[in-house]
Each structure stands twice: as structure tokens, then as C-alpha cells.
């Protein structure tokens, strides 16, 4: 069968000259991002829509590389209409939340690396893994259970409720000062006194953004193979569906020594499935550990991104949803206020609650404060609760 590839010229462009795409609902974790930049350099180039020269994937990497001080960054061109270019926004990011992990061998592949360091994990996230798999940790999203009327709170092991008066009369308040919903989750920060990490430091001369047109290349689809160690395990029926509707936009990530796929393993399966003879590679030259850390931190940073709701209803409701991953089951789903991202807490991140507002804390930095905190009561006051309207769940 012949292949759908849409991957176009590519080349090692200025950042000045590129714009993040106006309306990507997306927010991924930039300082996760950036950390990987510098550890291993940008191994998979970001998709730019020719014309417009907005980026469709990849928004996220180029905002970390422009916190680092890069002056240029590894691009591909695509040449698509504004519909596909919205449906690539809308699937890059939903094919990867689609994926969940083996993680008994992410477990394994972790504790056999020499260091964690340009994994995106740290010692203490692989303890919580090794937790999760024996089952001893819950989900903390899915095992509270919110009274239908009145907005929880919930802080590390502290949960309570506020009368719906009473928070709306304190929300009011809040937003006088932060009038939107990413200004009032920061003074929710402050208010409780949650550390905040140390800024990613620029490194000006860093980048290795270099790219020749040899380093993108269409190459038989059975000269490259899966990784034998990949841990993520993903929807390759959705994918599937975005390579039959909008083909190959982005080149999958291959090692020259090994022919091992680093990232986009689904998308190759999907390619096979579909009979396809060629498939778009990028090619990256690194050692077995290096291979290993890149595999790991590529599905680590997907994890760790959100989505703004507002914003991914707009982009939903404004194309159709053919090759994007959503159903209109959960289309349906989000616009009536129901979750917009399928999947578990990222480990090694927890989540602050206040009503409406959702706060994502490292749990090393959440446990340390918590430390600190001697009562759900202590939690009201640092907010500015009134104490009266607040109460413990039985």
C-alpha cells in the first residue's frame, strides 16, 4: 500500500522567525521540557505549517528552547489548509494522551540505568512507581469523591468542604485581584505557601540545532524496528485513524546504530497495520544509555502536559473530529465540564484542589510542606476561608 507521508522540507531555522500556534490548548510542562533539551539536545524536530510558519507540534519545545537562549531550533515543513492544520494541533497531543505505561518495565528499564538524570524522573518518582505497581498507592483523583454542592478542598492528606455561598462569595474575592483562572491558581500558590521550583538557567550556546536534509529521509518500513524495551503502551487503533485522515506529519525518531525507534513506536505500528511500504524517519546517533533515556523522557514529558479546557472546546467545536483521537462521546463529555484528559496522575506529581481550581505539585515538594501544615483548618486560614463555613468529610 502506498504510504501517506506529509513530512516535508526540513531545515534548522531562526526561532525569531516561528510563532506558537495561536490557539493550542496545550500546556505542557516547559521546565520538564527544557531539562530534556539540555540533557540530550532536540532529537525530533517540531512541524511548522509552511505559509504561516505556525508550529502544529512541538509548541511546547519551542517555548523550552527559547527559555534556554537557542537562537535556532530543527524544523520540518508541512503544507496543509487551516482545517488539517487544527486537526494536527488537536491529535499530536491526544495520541500521546491515549498512551498509558508497562510499568513494571519502565520500573526495570529506570533502576538499570546508571543515572536518572535526562529522564524526567527523579529517585524518589521511581520509589512511587515501585508503590504503584504493588498497589499501595491510590489514585488520587478517582478515590475522592466531591459532594455534588459544595466545592472540596484537598491538600496532601487534608480533604474538607466549603458552603457553595461561602466559596462563591471567597472566589469572588480571589478573582478581584486575579481576574482569570491561571492568575487565581498562582495566587492560590502563594496563599498557600507551595514551593515553587528553581527556574530552568538559559544555556545560550547550548543548542545542537543543526540539521542536514540527510538526517530527515523516507526509508522502507521494515529497515527500521520497534524498541524491544518500549514501555509505552499505546492506542494504535486512534493512531490508525489520524495516519488514514491526515498521513504522516511528523517523522518518527530512529537510532542509527541500533534501528531502534526512540519515539513514535505506535506510529509505526499503525503504518504496518495499514500495509504501508515507506514510512518518514528522523535519524539521531547515540549510545545504548542515551537510547534508553531518550525512549524514556519522550513519553515523560507528554505525560506531564494539561490542557486548557476553554481553549480545547474552542479548537474541538470549530473542525471535525475525524483523525484528531476524540469521539464525540467525549467532545460531548468536556463541553458539559467532565475531564479533558484520559489517564493517571503523572508520577511524581500530585494534585492541589481548591473548588474549580487544579493545582499540580511535585510530590517531594508537596510532601514537604505538608509537613508544615498541622490541620485541614491551617489549610482554610492560609486561604482565606471562613473557618464557620468549612467542613471535614465523615
Known sequence: MKSNIKVGQVASVAISTLEAYPTNPRRGDIDAIAES???????????????????LAGNHTYKAAKKLGWKKIKITYIDVDEATGKKIVIADNRLTDLAGYNE?????????????????????????LDRLIDGKDKNIMTDSKPLPSDPEVKASAWK??????????????????????????KAIKERLGLPERPPVQPEPNGERSDITAEDVETVGINEVMVHPLNPREGDTGA????????????????????KHILSGNHTY????????????????DVDDIEEIKILIVDNR?????????????????????????????????????????????????????????????????????????????????LLGLPLEACSQEE
Open 37 to 55: 533539551l539540555k540533557a540530550h539536545g532536540q532529537y525530533r524536530p517540531i512541524v511548522v505549517q509552511h505559509g504561516t510558519n505556525y508550529i
Open 104 to 128: 513494571p518495565l519502565l520500573k526495570s528499564l529506570l533502576q538499570a540505568l546508571p543515572e536518572l538524570d535526562g529522564t524526567g524522573f527523579t529517585d524518589a518518582e521511581v520509589e512511587a
Open 160 to 185: 474538607f468542604t466549603v458552603e457553595k455561598d461561602a466559596y462563591g462569595a471567597w472566589r469572588d474575592e480571589l478573582y478581584i485581584d486575579a481576574p482569570t483562572k491561571q492568575k487565581a491558581i
Open 239 to 258: 493512531i490508525i485513524e489520524s495516519l488514514t485522515y491526515m498521513g504522516q506529519y511528523r517523522p518518527i525518531v530512529v537510532n542509527k546504530r541500533t
Open 269 to 284: 505500528q499503525g503504518a504496518v497495520q495499514l500495509g504501508w511500504e515507506k514510512i518518514a524517519v528522523h535519524w539521531i
Open 301 to 381: 514529558t507528554s505525560d506531564l502536559a494539561t490542557y486548557d479546557p476553554k481553549e480545547l472546546n474552542k479548537l474541538l467545536t470549530s473542525t471535525s473530529l475525524k483523525g484528531t483521537g476524540f469521539s464525540p462521546e467525549e467532545v460531548a463529555d468536556i463541553l458539559a465540564g467532565g475531564k479533558s484528559k484520559p489517564g493517571h496522575q503523572p508520577i511524581g506529581r500530585t494534585n492541589v484542589r481548591v473548588g474549580e481550581h487544579s493545582i499540580r505539585v511535585h510530590s517531594e515538594d508537596l510532601n514537604a510542606w505538608a509537613n508544615t501544615i498541622q490541620s485541614w483548618q491551617d489549610i482554610a486560614e
